[in-house]
């Protein structure tokens, strides 16, 4: 009775089993090397280094990147320029994995005393690199307002490709059941590898089954050079209902 071990050709047992597979994060690669070898046990107990401004910016002008754990709704309402939207009620640990590489220092901002969560959830990835946490970040962007950016969210039952570049950053057993018409489909974890697929001079509108991915990738999006970024909110379900799917 297992549909699996049913008798068929080797390729369509290849198919079944691996139909709607996710697309792999980046970092599966880096954890099966560091896998291999030998590596000190982490301590959870380890404190966070605690980062002022200055010392955040100089982080950042080094090469860190910094991750912003709100819920994607603070996230667009105003945030520092720069920084990637990955919160921490979602599958936060996975999902940066996505979007910022291994070997990438990382900087944690977000509500008050939630920077030690981020750092062990990022350990449990195999991210050991996050070096330090920029507290009362209220208190940082109302003393910076020249840094501080948001990012326009759009109602999902007026979503259309026209006039502007539309990601669907669903994965493939989601992406199956349609499209909407005229979007290019690049799961989040393939963001990273197919930026050169988008135009950084063209507005791009990011949208996913929920809204939390999409502001990942809009975010992301935006980090890198993207001047004009917006995302979805709702659920594809409300973007779909008014279209004839692709």
């Known amino acids: 009775t297992n549909y699996a071990l049913q008798p068929m050709p080797r390729q369509d047992f290849i198919d079944l089993v691996t139909a709607g597979q996710p697309a792999a ?31 955040a910016d100089a982080r950042i002008a080094a090469g860190a990147a910094l991750v912003d754990t709100r819920s994607p709704e603070e996230f667009a309402a105003g945030h520092l320029a720069g920084s990637v939207n990955v919160g921490l009620d979602g599958r936060f640990a996975e999902t940066c994995g996505m979007v910022v590489s291994a070997e990438t220092p990382i900087i944690v901002t977000g509500a008050s005393n939630t920077g030690q969560e981020a750092m062990i959830r990022l350990a449990r990835i195999g991210f050991d690199n996050v070096v330090g946490y920029l507290g009362d970040l209220e208190g940082v962007m109302a003393n910076h307002p020249d840094q501080v950016t948001s990012t326009p969210r759009l109602d999902p039952t007026a979503v259309t490709a026209e006039g502007v570049q539309l990601v669907d950053v669903r994965n493939p057993g989601e992406t199956e059941l349609g499209i909407v018409p005229g979007a290019t489909v690049i799961p989040l974890a393939q963001l990273p590898g197919r930026l050169d697929e988008l135009d950084k001079s063209q507005p791009v509108v990011a949208y996913c089954a929920g809204g939390w991915r999409s502001m990942v990738a809009a975010s992301y999006l935006a980090s890198q050079g993207f001047t004009d970024v917006a ?9 779909s209902k008014n279209l004839t799917l692709a």
């Open 25 to 55: 994060p980046n970092y599966f690669l880096h954890d099966a090397i560091t896998n291999r070898r030998e590596h000190a046990t982490f301590d959870e107990n380890r404190q966070l280094p605690a980062l002022t401004k200055a010392g």
């Open 231 to 239: 995302d979805v909110v709702g659920v594809y379900g409300e973007i």
